[in-house]
């Protein structure tokens, strides 16, 4: 068995003291990291459709999720590149209601290599707490909002109706993303910005402010 696909393995059965290793291992054999990665957000797919089907529940996602944590801690080093700052600031948040931060996380990751300071607000975020992080970063170029859940949608439609109204909003873009979003969705609520996945998003947020 290929050392990525042990990952995959590792982060489905969410044994998530062996995630390190087996990234490590995998790195060691001189496998991409870009490649490690991809295996493991297509395991979390796999673990969403176990879920989907019954045959796992919540405790085993939240260990899925744990393992792949484990897996990006020790992959970061080797996907960060970018010079910390140099492109401005960025704001991210999951919003309220929504546990979700897998995505959210590999997004900041990739925005903070793209050479931006991320300003991460965690999960569950109220949407005044985004309104708020702005007032008291007025630098902040960019807003991320993440949506995992079909049911938060709506607290993403809100969240960024609030934004739209403040004064500061010509002065920032407003980003949204997560696994039930889409372009049309992003345009229907008034975002600046749609992206299927972390990379894209990176590369967005830099055609964002350029
Ligand atoms: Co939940 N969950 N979950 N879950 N979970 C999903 C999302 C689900 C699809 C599983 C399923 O049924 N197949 C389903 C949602 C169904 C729906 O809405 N239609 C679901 C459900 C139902 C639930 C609960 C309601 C279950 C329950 O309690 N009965 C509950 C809700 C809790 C809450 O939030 N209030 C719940 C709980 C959890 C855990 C806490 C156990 C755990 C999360 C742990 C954590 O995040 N720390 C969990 C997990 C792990 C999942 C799955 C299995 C994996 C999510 C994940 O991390 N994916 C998920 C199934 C799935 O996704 N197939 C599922 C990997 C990640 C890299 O992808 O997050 O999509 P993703 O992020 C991508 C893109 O979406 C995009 O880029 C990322 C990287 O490429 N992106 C952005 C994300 N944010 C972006 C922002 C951007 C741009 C791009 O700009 C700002």
Redesign the pocket.
């Known amino acids: 068995m290929s050392k990525v696909q042990e990952v995959a393995d590792v982060v489905i059965a969410g044994r998530a003291k062996l995630a390190a290793d087996a990234v490590q291992a995998a790195l060691d054999e001189g496998c991409e990291a870009t490649d490690i990665l991809n295996a493991m957000?297509d395991a979390?797919?796999v673990?969403?459709?176990k879920?989907?089907n019954n045959e796992i529940f919540?405790p085993e996602?939240?260990v899925?999720?744990k393992a792949?944590k484990k897996g990006v801690d020790v992959l970061k080093p080797h996907l960060a590149a970018g010079e910390v700052g140099a492109m401005g600031k960025m704001i991210?948040g999951t919003v309220v209601?929504?546990?979700?931060?897998?995505?959210?996380n590999?997004?900041a990751m990739m925005i903070e290599s793209a050479g931006f300071e991320v300003i991460d607000l965690g999960v569950d975020v109220p949407h005044e707490r985004f309104v708020e992080a702005v007032r008291t970063n007025p630098d902040v170029k960019i807003v991320?909002?993440?949506a995992?859940?079909?049911?938060t949608m709506p607290a993403l439609r809100d969240a960024v109706a609030l934004l739209n109204q403040q004064d500061f909003r010509k002065n920032i873009k407003i980003?949204?993303?997560?696994?039930?979003i889409t372009q049309e969705f992003a345009d229907e609520i008034g975002a600046d910005a749609y992206?299927?996945?972390?990379a894209s998003?990176a590369q967005k947020a830099k055609e964002l402010v350029g």
């Open positions: 957000i979390m797919g673990v969403g459709e879920f989907k919540v996602m939240l899925a999720a792949m991210i209601g929504d546990l979700h931060d897998i995505g959210k590999l997004v991320g909002l993440s995992l859940l079909t049911t980003m949204v993303g997560g696994a039930p992206t299927a996945d972390a998003a």
